[in-house]
């Protein structure tokens, strides 16, 4: 088999980390959504989370000062909305009424929760010292939500430069995991 070479530019559409989120924020009364796909599990016990939000993004600036924030969890039905809030900026938008989506009253943090979604993870910062260098922050869960009626969620995975990919088909294997 005989392989191409790759442009470099290119590789974040290889290792695509786990499924899309909605990180919602909020700040003196304003909430924000912004899309995301770079983040991964540093932890499980208790659930740590580094993620990676551009310093040109809005969010950045309201998860600086306020240190929390809700990942929400779409599933597919939600696609057009999750790209929507993706391809606008919340700084002079309220991307909830925008897209049709509703806030719902977190339990432990100020920003809110993403109804719709079928998982949320209320979060706290427990480490921003990376967010100058490489705009990464380390995320503690504090407290979690899943509708118990979504069975298998259909997650989105972003491809790079539009292209998504829907978690599907499901297997399960012998593991010492439990």
Known sequence: ???????????????????????????????????MSWHMMVEFEPPILACI???????FGILQETGECVINIPTAELAE??????????????KFKAFGLTPASAASVSAPLIAECHAN????????????????FILEVVKAWIDP?????RTLH?????????????????????
Not at 158 to 178: D, N, Q, V, Y
């Open 1 to 35: 088999m005989e392989k191409k070479p790759l442009p470099l530019p290119q590789v974040y559409r290889l290792i695509e980390p786990g499924p899309v989120v909605m990180v919602s924020s909020s700040r003196q009364q304003q909430t924000n959504i912004m899309t």
């Open 53 to 59: 939000i551009s310093a040109n993004n809005y969010t």
């Open 81 to 94: 909305k999750v790209v929507g809030c993706g391809n606008t900026s919340g700084e002079h938008l309220d």
């Open 121 to 136: 993870l209320e979060c706290r910062a427990l480490d921003s010292h990376m967010s100058a260098q490489y705009n990464m």
């Open 149 to 153: 009626n979504v069975k298998h969620a």
């Open 158 to 178: 972003h491809l790079g430069e539009g292209e998504f990919m829907i978690a599907g088909e499901t297997i399960r294997l012998p593991s010492a995991m439990k």
